[in-house]
Protein backbone atom coordinates (compact mmCIF):
# COMPACT_ATOMS: atom_id res chain seq x y z
CA UNK A 1 0.00 0.00 0.00
CA UNK A 2 0.81 3.45 -0.66
CA UNK A 3 2.97 5.38 2.54
CA UNK A 4 0.82 8.61 4.13
CA UNK A 5 2.72 10.85 2.15
CA UNK A 6 1.49 9.46 -1.12
CA UNK A 7 -1.83 9.38 0.22
CA UNK A 8 -2.39 12.41 1.52
CA UNK A 9 -0.77 14.15 -1.71
CA UNK A 10 -3.32 12.01 -4.24
CA UNK A 11 -6.17 13.03 -1.88
CA UNK A 12 -5.62 17.18 -2.01
CA UNK A 13 -4.95 16.77 -5.85
CA UNK A 14 -7.39 14.89 -6.82
CA UNK A 15 -10.70 14.17 -4.33
CA UNK A 16 -14.02 16.41 -3.38
CA UNK A 17 -15.18 15.69 -0.12
CA UNK A 18 -18.87 16.11 0.73
CA UNK A 19 -20.26 19.46 2.53
CA UNK A 20 -16.25 20.45 2.51
CA UNK A 21 -14.69 23.67 1.83
CA UNK A 22 -11.74 21.78 -0.04
CA UNK A 23 -9.03 25.22 0.54
CA UNK A 24 -9.56 24.55 4.29
CA UNK A 25 -9.43 20.51 4.09
CA UNK A 26 -6.53 21.01 1.69
CA UNK A 27 -4.60 22.79 4.90
CA UNK A 28 -5.41 19.94 7.61
CA UNK A 29 -4.32 16.83 8.67
CA UNK A 30 -5.13 14.41 6.35
CA UNK A 31 -6.95 10.61 8.30
CA UNK A 32 -7.21 8.19 5.86
CA UNK A 33 -9.30 5.05 7.67
CA UNK A 34 -7.88 1.77 7.03
CA UNK A 35 -10.09 -0.59 9.27
CA UNK A 36 -12.67 -0.90 11.63
CA UNK A 37 -13.38 -3.73 14.39
CA UNK A 38 -16.95 -3.03 16.30
CA UNK A 39 -17.39 0.92 17.38
CA UNK A 40 -13.45 1.77 16.37
CA UNK A 41 -12.03 2.64 13.34
CA UNK A 42 -7.68 2.22 12.68
CA UNK A 43 -5.84 5.27 10.51
CA UNK A 44 -3.23 4.10 8.30
CA UNK A 45 -0.51 5.04 10.98
CA UNK A 46 -2.16 2.58 13.35
CA UNK A 47 -3.89 5.41 15.38
CA UNK A 48 -7.63 4.35 16.98
CA UNK A 49 -10.30 6.13 16.94
CA UNK A 50 -13.75 5.91 18.32
CA UNK A 51 -16.32 6.52 15.70
CA UNK A 52 -18.64 8.54 17.23
CA UNK A 53 -20.94 9.10 14.50
CA UNK A 54 -21.51 5.76 12.93
CA UNK A 55 -19.78 6.80 9.86
CA UNK A 56 -22.44 9.25 9.08
CA UNK A 57 -25.32 7.76 11.42
CA UNK A 58 -25.11 5.01 9.02
CA UNK A 59 -23.79 2.03 11.32
CA UNK A 60 -25.70 0.07 13.43
CA UNK A 61 -23.68 -3.11 14.78
CA UNK A 62 -20.36 -1.68 14.49
CA UNK A 63 -17.76 -2.72 11.50
CA UNK A 64 -16.70 -5.67 10.68
CA UNK A 65 -19.20 -7.81 12.17
CA UNK A 66 -19.17 -11.40 11.78
CA UNK A 67 -22.66 -12.36 11.25
CA UNK A 68 -23.06 -9.84 8.57
CA UNK A 69 -19.73 -9.92 7.15
CA UNK A 70 -20.44 -13.89 6.13
CA UNK A 71 -23.71 -12.31 4.88
CA UNK A 72 -22.45 -10.42 2.31
CA UNK A 73 -19.52 -13.59 1.52
CA UNK A 74 -22.15 -15.92 1.33
CA UNK A 75 -24.06 -13.58 -1.47
CA UNK A 76 -21.11 -12.47 -3.27
CA UNK A 77 -20.27 -16.80 -3.55
CA UNK A 78 -23.48 -16.74 -5.37
CA UNK A 79 -23.65 -13.33 -7.46
CA UNK A 80 -22.38 -9.79 -6.54
CA UNK A 81 -25.01 -8.12 -8.79
CA UNK A 82 -27.84 -8.92 -11.04
CA UNK A 83 -30.18 -6.54 -12.55
CA UNK A 84 -33.79 -5.49 -10.90
CA UNK A 85 -34.91 -4.34 -14.22
CA UNK A 86 -37.57 -6.92 -15.20
CA UNK A 87 -35.65 -9.80 -12.69
CA UNK A 88 -36.07 -10.67 -9.23
CA UNK A 89 -33.33 -12.15 -6.79
CA UNK A 90 -34.46 -14.17 -3.91
CA UNK A 91 -32.17 -11.49 -1.19
CA UNK A 92 -34.86 -8.89 -2.66
CA UNK A 93 -38.15 -10.67 -2.41
CA UNK A 94 -37.79 -11.58 1.06
CA UNK A 95 -36.35 -8.43 2.35
CA UNK A 96 -39.63 -6.76 0.63
CA UNK A 97 -41.51 -9.16 1.95
CA UNK A 98 -39.77 -8.28 5.85
CA UNK A 99 -40.17 -5.06 5.70
CA UNK A 100 -43.62 -4.76 4.27
CA UNK A 101 -44.87 -7.00 6.66
CA UNK A 102 -43.00 -5.10 9.56
CA UNK A 103 -44.27 -1.88 8.30
CA UNK A 104 -47.60 -0.33 9.40
CA UNK A 105 -50.47 -1.23 7.66
CA UNK A 106 -50.88 -0.63 3.79
CA UNK A 107 -47.58 -0.67 2.97
CA UNK A 108 -47.25 -3.25 0.40
CA UNK A 109 -45.38 -1.94 -2.27
CA UNK A 110 -41.72 -1.13 -1.99
CA UNK A 111 -39.36 0.51 -4.35
CA UNK A 112 -35.55 -0.32 -3.91
CA UNK A 113 -32.77 2.26 -4.69
CA UNK A 114 -29.46 3.23 -3.19
CA UNK A 115 -29.49 6.24 -1.22
CA UNK A 116 -31.57 8.38 1.22
CA UNK A 117 -32.54 10.92 -1.23
CA UNK A 118 -33.75 8.75 -3.73
CA UNK A 119 -35.96 7.13 -1.12
CA UNK A 120 -37.62 10.57 -0.88
CA UNK A 121 -37.48 11.47 -4.33
CA UNK A 122 -39.38 8.51 -5.23
CA UNK A 123 -41.86 9.33 -2.84
CA UNK A 124 -42.40 12.96 -4.35
CA UNK A 125 -42.63 11.51 -7.78
CA UNK A 126 -45.05 9.00 -7.05
CA UNK A 127 -47.41 11.33 -5.39
CA UNK A 128 -46.92 13.74 -8.13
CA UNK A 129 -47.78 11.15 -10.34
CA UNK A 130 -50.68 9.71 -8.73
CA UNK A 131 -52.65 12.82 -8.42
CA UNK A 132 -52.22 13.02 -12.31
CA UNK A 133 -53.45 9.93 -12.87
CA UNK A 134 -57.01 11.06 -10.33
CA UNK A 135 -57.42 13.46 -12.84
CA UNK A 136 -55.80 16.47 -10.07
CA UNK A 137 -52.96 17.69 -11.98
CA UNK A 138 -53.51 21.22 -10.12
CA UNK A 139 -52.10 19.14 -6.59
CA UNK A 140 -48.31 19.10 -7.11
CA UNK A 141 -47.46 21.42 -3.96
CA UNK A 142 -45.19 19.92 -1.49
CA UNK A 143 -44.93 21.03 2.04
CA UNK A 144 -42.17 20.40 4.76
CA UNK A 145 -40.80 21.45 8.02
CA UNK A 146 -38.80 24.37 8.53
CA UNK A 147 -34.89 23.50 9.23
CA UNK A 148 -36.10 19.73 7.47
CA UNK A 149 -33.26 18.12 5.42
CA UNK A 150 -34.55 15.44 3.16
CA UNK A 151 -31.59 15.22 0.51
CA UNK A 152 -29.15 17.13 -2.15
CA UNK A 153 -31.42 16.46 -5.05
CA UNK A 154 -33.75 18.79 -6.84
CA UNK A 155 -37.33 17.68 -5.24
CA UNK A 156 -35.70 17.11 -2.07
CA UNK A 157 -33.85 20.19 -1.73
CA UNK A 158 -37.54 22.01 -2.24
CA UNK A 159 -39.49 19.93 0.53
CA UNK A 160 -36.32 20.44 2.98
CA UNK A 161 -35.62 23.96 4.38
CA UNK A 162 -31.73 23.56 5.44
CA UNK A 163 -30.78 27.38 4.87
CA UNK A 164 -27.55 28.15 2.83
CA UNK A 165 -27.16 24.09 2.08
CA UNK A 166 -30.48 24.81 -0.64
CA UNK A 167 -30.60 28.08 -1.08
CA UNK A 168 -28.36 28.79 -3.82
CA UNK A 169 -30.70 26.26 -5.81
CA UNK A 170 -34.11 27.41 -4.86
CA UNK A 171 -35.18 29.08 -8.49
CA UNK A 172 -34.92 25.36 -9.86
CA UNK A 173 -37.57 24.27 -6.74
CA UNK A 174 -40.73 22.33 -7.05
CA UNK A 175 -43.46 24.71 -6.07
CA UNK A 176 -43.06 24.06 -1.71
CA UNK A 177 -44.14 25.62 1.55
CA UNK A 178 -43.17 25.33 4.95
CA UNK A 179 -44.24 24.95 8.39
CA UNK A 180 -42.97 26.03 11.62
CA UNK A 181 -41.35 23.31 13.75
CA UNK A 182 -42.42 22.79 17.15
CA UNK A 183 -40.69 23.33 20.61
CA UNK A 184 -39.14 20.47 22.60
CA UNK A 185 -36.12 19.41 24.73
CA UNK A 186 -35.30 16.09 25.91
CA UNK A 187 -32.28 14.47 27.21
CA UNK A 188 -31.93 11.44 29.41
CA UNK A 189 -35.55 10.59 28.40
CA UNK A 190 -36.88 13.75 29.90
CA UNK A 191 -38.78 16.39 28.34
CA UNK A 192 -37.74 19.45 29.67
CA UNK A 193 -40.21 21.51 27.12
CA UNK A 194 -42.39 21.06 24.33
CA UNK A 195 -44.97 22.97 22.62
CA UNK A 196 -46.69 21.96 18.91
CA UNK A 197 -49.50 24.40 19.27
CA UNK A 198 -48.21 27.25 17.17
CA UNK A 199 -46.53 25.18 14.52
CA UNK A 200 -49.96 23.12 14.45
CA UNK A 201 -52.01 25.65 13.85
CA UNK A 202 -50.05 27.37 11.19
CA UNK A 203 -50.74 24.03 9.05
CA UNK A 204 -54.11 23.74 9.68
CA UNK A 205 -54.77 27.62 8.59
CA UNK A 206 -52.45 27.10 5.87
CA UNK A 207 -54.16 23.88 4.52
CA UNK A 208 -57.86 24.87 5.12
CA UNK A 209 -57.22 27.04 2.09
CA UNK A 210 -54.33 25.79 0.14
CA UNK A 211 -55.11 21.69 0.88
CA UNK A 212 -56.23 21.39 -3.22
CA UNK A 213 -52.66 22.54 -4.69
CA UNK A 214 -50.96 20.59 -2.54
CA UNK A 215 -50.21 16.81 -3.30
CA UNK A 216 -47.84 15.39 -0.17
CA UNK A 217 -46.61 16.60 3.19
CA UNK A 218 -42.61 15.37 4.11
CA UNK A 219 -41.24 15.84 7.44
CA UNK A 220 -38.68 13.64 9.47
CA UNK A 221 -40.57 11.75 12.40
CA UNK A 222 -39.14 12.59 16.02
CA UNK A 223 -35.50 14.13 15.11
CA UNK A 224 -34.38 16.49 12.52
CA UNK A 225 -30.87 15.17 12.46
CA UNK A 226 -28.84 17.51 10.12
CA UNK A 227 -31.23 20.64 11.25
CA UNK A 228 -29.17 19.60 14.73
CA UNK A 229 -31.09 17.00 16.10
CA UNK A 230 -34.72 19.12 16.54
CA UNK A 231 -36.77 17.11 18.28
CA UNK A 232 -40.64 16.94 18.35
CA UNK A 233 -43.08 16.71 21.19
CA UNK A 234 -44.33 12.90 21.90
CA UNK A 235 -48.08 12.89 19.97
CA UNK A 236 -46.73 15.62 17.36
CA UNK A 237 -46.56 13.34 14.74
CA UNK A 238 -50.22 11.67 14.92
CA UNK A 239 -51.50 15.11 14.87
CA UNK A 240 -49.72 15.40 11.90
CA UNK A 241 -51.14 12.37 10.15
CA UNK A 242 -54.43 13.47 11.12
CA UNK A 243 -54.61 16.57 9.25
CA UNK A 244 -53.27 15.00 6.36
CA UNK A 245 -55.95 12.53 6.70
CA UNK A 246 -58.95 15.53 7.24
CA UNK A 247 -57.43 17.18 3.80
CA UNK A 248 -56.32 14.30 1.92
CA UNK A 249 -52.77 14.88 1.10
CA UNK A 250 -50.11 12.18 1.10
CA UNK A 251 -47.81 11.99 4.19
CA UNK A 252 -44.28 10.92 3.46
CA UNK A 253 -42.26 10.10 6.58
CA UNK A 254 -38.39 10.17 5.81
CA UNK A 255 -37.14 8.09 8.82
CA UNK A 256 -33.61 7.63 6.47
CA UNK A 257 -32.08 8.63 10.23
CA UNK A 258 -34.31 7.83 12.73
CA UNK A 259 -35.37 4.32 11.61
CA UNK A 260 -33.74 0.68 12.65
CA UNK A 261 -32.85 1.21 16.33
CA UNK A 262 -31.54 4.66 16.50
CA UNK A 263 -34.19 6.27 18.69
CA UNK A 264 -34.91 2.98 20.15
CA UNK A 265 -37.14 1.11 17.69
CA UNK A 266 -37.41 -0.30 14.23
CA UNK A 267 -39.94 2.64 13.22
CA UNK A 268 -40.78 5.19 14.75
CA UNK A 269 -44.28 5.81 12.94
CA UNK A 270 -44.66 2.14 14.00
CA UNK A 271 -43.97 3.06 17.75
CA UNK A 272 -46.30 6.47 17.07
CA UNK A 273 -49.12 4.30 15.67
CA UNK A 274 -48.58 6.18 12.84
CA UNK A 275 -49.44 4.78 8.97
CA UNK A 276 -47.73 7.44 6.09
CA UNK A 277 -48.41 6.55 2.40
CA UNK A 278 -44.69 6.64 1.81
CA UNK A 279 -41.94 5.36 3.96
CA UNK A 280 -38.28 6.12 3.34
CA UNK A 281 -35.74 4.30 4.65
CA UNK A 282 -32.01 4.11 4.41
CA UNK A 283 -28.68 4.47 6.20
CA UNK A 284 -29.12 1.56 8.87
CA UNK A 285 -30.98 -0.22 6.45
CA UNK A 286 -27.80 -2.02 5.38
CA UNK A 287 -26.18 -2.11 8.79
CA UNK A 288 -23.40 1.13 7.02
CA UNK A 289 -22.02 -1.90 4.93
CA UNK A 290 -23.64 -1.11 1.28
CA UNK A 291 -25.31 1.43 -0.17
CA UNK A 292 -29.39 0.77 0.09
CA UNK A 293 -32.43 2.43 0.39
CA UNK A 294 -36.27 1.50 0.42
CA UNK A 295 -39.53 3.37 -0.02
CA UNK A 296 -42.78 1.40 1.16
CA UNK A 297 -45.46 2.41 -0.48
CA UNK A 298 -49.43 2.25 0.24
CA UNK A 299 -51.10 -0.25 -1.57
CA UNK A 300 -54.19 2.66 -3.74
CA UNK A 301 -50.96 4.60 -4.88
CA UNK A 302 -49.47 1.77 -6.60
CA UNK A 303 -52.82 0.40 -7.55
CA UNK A 304 -52.68 3.98 -9.68
CA UNK A 305 -49.82 3.57 -11.47
CA UNK A 306 -51.48 -0.45 -12.97
CA UNK A 307 -52.84 -0.39 -16.54
CA UNK A 308 -51.61 -1.30 -20.38
CA UNK A 309 -48.87 0.04 -21.17
CA UNK A 310 -50.40 2.58 -23.71
CA UNK A 311 -52.32 4.00 -20.52
CA UNK A 312 -48.94 5.66 -20.11
CA UNK A 313 -49.07 4.70 -16.08
CA UNK A 314 -45.53 3.17 -15.78
CA UNK A 315 -43.29 4.67 -13.02
CA UNK A 316 -40.32 5.20 -14.67
CA UNK A 317 -38.02 5.58 -12.55
CA UNK A 318 -34.94 3.32 -11.89
CA UNK A 319 -31.41 2.80 -10.54
CA UNK A 320 -28.79 0.45 -12.00
CA UNK A 321 -27.77 -1.23 -8.94
CA UNK A 322 -31.36 -1.08 -7.54
CA UNK A 323 -31.82 -3.94 -4.91
CA UNK A 324 -28.58 -5.27 -5.10
CA UNK A 325 -28.20 -8.69 -3.88
CA UNK A 326 -25.23 -8.30 -1.17
CA UNK A 327 -27.04 -5.43 -0.16
CA UNK A 328 -30.35 -7.03 0.41
CA UNK A 329 -28.40 -10.15 2.26
CA UNK A 330 -26.98 -7.81 4.54
CA UNK A 331 -29.91 -5.53 5.60
CA UNK A 332 -31.76 -9.31 6.29
CA UNK A 333 -28.95 -10.08 8.76
CA UNK A 334 -28.94 -6.63 10.13
CA UNK A 335 -32.96 -6.73 10.83
CA UNK A 336 -32.61 -10.07 12.75
CA UNK A 337 -29.89 -8.77 14.97
CA UNK A 338 -32.00 -5.39 15.34
CA UNK A 339 -35.02 -7.24 16.30
CA UNK A 340 -32.69 -9.67 18.49
CA UNK A 341 -31.70 -6.30 20.27
CA UNK A 342 -34.32 -4.93 20.72
CA UNK A 343 -36.53 -7.59 21.82
CA UNK A 344 -34.27 -8.40 24.56
CA UNK A 345 -33.92 -4.36 25.95
CA UNK A 346 -30.33 -4.39 25.37
CA UNK A 347 -31.12 -1.26 23.20
CA UNK A 348 -33.29 0.56 25.52
CA UNK A 349 -30.55 -0.21 28.66
CA UNK A 350 -27.53 1.37 25.93
CA UNK A 351 -29.90 4.40 25.20
CA UNK A 352 -30.51 5.45 28.76
CA UNK A 353 -26.83 4.78 29.78
CA UNK A 354 -25.76 7.07 26.55
CA UNK A 355 -28.27 9.75 28.28
CA UNK A 356 -27.23 9.44 31.96
CA UNK A 357 -23.69 9.95 30.93
CA UNK A 358 -23.88 12.88 28.41
CA UNK A 359 -26.13 14.32 31.20
CA UNK A 360 -23.74 13.79 34.12
CA UNK A 361 -20.89 14.34 32.59
CA UNK A 362 -21.10 16.92 29.77
CA UNK A 363 -23.75 19.22 30.99
CA UNK A 364 -21.70 21.11 33.46
CA UNK A 365 -18.94 21.89 31.35
CA UNK A 366 -17.99 25.94 30.73
CA UNK A 367 -18.04 25.09 26.48
CA UNK A 368 -21.29 23.66 26.60
CA UNK A 369 -24.18 25.67 26.62
CA UNK A 370 -26.66 22.94 25.31
CA UNK A 371 -27.72 19.31 25.28
CA UNK A 372 -30.04 17.15 23.43
CA UNK A 373 -30.49 13.75 23.38
CA UNK A 374 -33.31 11.45 21.88
CA UNK A 375 -32.08 7.59 21.76
CA UNK A 376 -28.74 7.57 20.27
CA UNK A 377 -28.51 10.74 18.90
CA UNK A 378 -27.31 13.82 20.14
CA UNK A 379 -26.56 17.34 20.30
CA UNK A 380 -23.81 19.19 22.39
CA UNK A 381 -24.15 22.99 21.83
CA UNK A 382 -20.07 24.50 22.03
CA UNK A 383 -19.83 28.12 23.23
CA UNK A 384 -16.81 30.44 24.57
CA UNK A 385 -16.21 30.70 28.47
CA UNK A 386 -18.33 33.16 30.31
CA UNK A 387 -16.98 35.96 29.64
CA UNK A 388 -15.24 35.82 26.14
CA UNK A 389 -16.02 36.90 22.99
CA UNK A 390 -18.10 35.12 20.73
CA UNK A 391 -16.23 33.14 18.14
CA UNK A 392 -16.17 34.56 14.48
CA UNK A 393 -17.62 32.37 11.70
CA UNK A 394 -14.40 31.69 10.08
CA UNK A 395 -12.32 30.46 12.97
CA UNK A 396 -14.23 27.15 12.86
CA UNK A 397 -14.12 26.23 16.44
CA UNK A 398 -16.66 22.66 16.06
CA UNK A 399 -14.45 21.58 13.56
CA UNK A 400 -11.22 22.96 15.20
CA UNK A 401 -12.64 20.77 18.22
CA UNK A 402 -13.32 18.21 15.72
CA UNK A 403 -9.57 18.19 14.55
CA UNK A 404 -8.12 18.12 18.33
CA UNK A 405 -10.48 15.01 19.69
CA UNK A 406 -8.24 12.74 16.93
CA UNK A 407 -5.27 13.41 19.11
CA UNK A 408 -7.37 12.14 21.84
CA UNK A 409 -8.78 8.98 20.36
CA UNK A 410 -11.94 10.04 18.56
CA UNK A 411 -13.88 11.13 15.36
CA UNK A 412 -16.22 13.39 15.68
CA UNK A 413 -18.45 15.38 13.52
CA UNK A 414 -19.19 19.34 14.23
CA UNK A 415 -22.33 21.42 12.95
CA UNK A 416 -21.68 24.85 13.45
CA UNK A 417 -19.99 25.00 16.41
CA UNK A 418 -21.74 22.06 17.96
CA UNK A 419 -21.38 18.00 17.90
CA UNK A 420 -23.62 15.85 16.55
CA UNK A 421 -23.16 12.48 18.57
CA UNK A 422 -24.08 9.61 16.99
CA UNK A 423 -22.48 6.27 17.85
CA UNK A 424 -22.99 2.74 16.86
CA UNK A 425 -26.03 1.23 18.52
CA UNK A 426 -23.95 -1.79 20.15
CA UNK A 427 -21.26 1.05 22.05
CA UNK A 428 -20.78 -0.47 25.50
CA UNK A 429 -20.77 1.88 29.06
CA UNK A 430 -17.23 2.08 28.50
CA UNK A 431 -17.07 2.86 25.08
CA UNK A 432 -19.59 5.65 26.30
CA UNK A 433 -17.45 6.88 29.20
CA UNK A 434 -14.93 7.19 27.23
CA UNK A 435 -16.19 9.15 24.89
CA UNK A 436 -17.60 11.72 27.29
CA UNK A 437 -14.35 11.55 29.05
CA UNK A 438 -12.30 12.31 25.90
CA UNK A 439 -14.60 15.11 24.97
CA UNK A 440 -13.77 17.00 28.26
CA UNK A 441 -10.37 16.55 27.89
CA UNK A 442 -10.17 17.67 24.13
CA UNK A 443 -12.41 20.87 25.25
CA UNK A 444 -10.21 21.53 27.87
CA UNK A 445 -7.27 21.61 25.64
CA UNK A 446 -8.98 22.94 23.00
CA UNK A 447 -10.80 26.02 24.03
CA UNK A 448 -8.47 26.76 27.14
Known sequence: MPDKTQLDQWDQQHAWHPFSQMQEYCDWPQLHVERGKGCWLWDTEGNRYLDTNASVWTNTFGHNDSELNAAITDQLEKVAHSTYLGLSHPKAAELGHRLCTAAPEGLERIFFSDNGSNAIEIALKLSYQYWQSKGRPERKRV??????????????????????????????????????????????????????????????????????????????????????????????????????????????LDEVFVAFGRLGHRFVCQAEGVAPDFLCLAKGLSAGYIPLAATLIQKEIYQACLGKWSDNRTFFHGHTFTANPMGCAVALKNLEKLDALIACGELQKTIQTFGCALSEQLSDHPNIAHIRQRGLAAFVELCPSKGEPAWPTDARTGWQVCLAARKNGLILRPLGDALLIVPPLIISKDEINFLCQQLVKTLDEALS
Open 143 to 252: IGMQGGYHGDTIGTMAAGNSGRFHERFSEWFLDSWHFPVPTCHELNGEVLGADSSHSLEVLDTYLQKEAAHVACLVIEPSVQGAAGMQQQPPGFLKAIETLCRKYDIHLI
